[in-house]
């Protein structure tokens, strides 16, 4: 079980975004995320008149390696660490560490 998912409301704990909150967009692969308005740059794109792409500089973000994202817990209002585990009836849920707080789904 991944301990972020697309959705997931999460704060940059490294790198130059540090302290920045967004939500995830997607997982581009097993370790990294996309987070919206986080890690932007901006990116010299070449006219492709046959995608329809018209060229010049485009801002756009750029994955984070999970271990630099840390998901917001709204009670603390901090970045917490996500720990998983079985309950009775054998489904898996994500829950914070600090205060045992069980996350949606």
């Known amino acids: 079980?991944?301990?972020i998912r697309k959705g997931d409301d999460v704060v940059v704990i490294a790198g130059k975004d540090k302290?920045?909150?967004?939500?995830v967009l997607r997982r581009v692969d097993a370790e990294y995320v996309l987070v919206e308005g986080v890690n932007r740059v901006k990116k010299?794109?070449?006219p492709n008149p046959v995608k329809g792409?018209?060229?010049g500089i485009v801002e756009?973000?750029?994955p984070l390696h999970v271990s630099n994202v840390a998901l917001y817990n709204p009670d603390a209002r901090k970045a917490d660490r996500v720990g998983v585990k079985v309950?009775?009836?054998g489904r898996k849920v994500r829950f914070f560490k600090s205060n045992g707080e069980v996350l949606g789904g």
């Open 60 to 62: 756009k973000e750029m």
């Open 19 to 23: 302290g920045r909150r967004g939500a």
């Open 87 to 89: 309950l009775e009836d």
């Open 53 to 55: 792409v018209a060229g």
């Open 1 to 3: 079980m991944k301990k």
């Open 44 to 46: 010299h794109v070449k």
